[in-house]
């Protein structure tokens, strides 16, 4: 099984409002991804979990707040979003974050509207 | 830094066309490259990969080949499907964890 499930597939929240966002794997990954993709762009790496800590945050503002309860699950806490926030929200995870290059395995996303 | 530059699309052929997706690639150190594949309204698909100079990655009659003298790892398939529209990412990976991708190319394939 190579399967990387988000929930929700759609999401639309107001600036005040707080929101999570699920991503779950089962291949046994100790490394997990989150990106935001905005349209007709390339991802954009926003954290990295390696065994279950923070490893790697490429400068994301704190009103994005990523939390990994066990090596299986990612969520992503939003809150206070802006309008400019509204993109496809990519989890992956991958074997190992060593220098050893696994892939990693994208899920479907979530599609986030901030009104 | 290092960086990926992909052909610009948006890119159209016919079905059973031949298809080169140029890739280029900017990197300090050695870097593993790969092929991802984003259908609409989807995440990304890993459609292949290669790890060092030379190798040969091949996927659902996808290919592309390690080149690290001309630091480039071009996309190609003899004869393209309908079902094979959609968007390209090329992307490298040289510290661990991260991937740097390209723009991306938008293919779209006629009956």
Known sequence: ?115 | GDSVTQMEGPVTLSEEAFLTINCTYTATGYPSLFWYVQYPGEGLQLLLKATKADDKGSNKGFEATYRKETTSFHLEKGSVQVSDSAVYFCALRVRAQKLVFGQGTRLTINP
């Open chain 1, 1 to 115: 099984d190579t399967e990387v499930t988000q929930t929700p597939k759609h999401l639309v929240m107001g600036m005040t409002n707080k929101k999570s966002l699920k991503c779950e794997q089962h291949m046994g990954h100790r490394a997990m991804y989150w990106y935001k993709q905005k349209a007709k762009k390339p991802p954009e790496l926003m954290f990295v979990y390696s065994y279950e800590k923070l490893s790697i945050n490429e400068s994301v503002p704190s009103r994005f707040s990523p939390e990994c309860p066990n090596s299986s699950l990612l969520n992503l806490h939003l809150h206070a979003l802006q309008p400019e926030d509204s993109a496809l929200y990519l989890c992956a995870s991958s074997a190992s974050s060593g220098v050893i290059s696994y892939e990693q395995y994208f899920g479907p996303g979530t599609r986030l509207t901030v009104t």
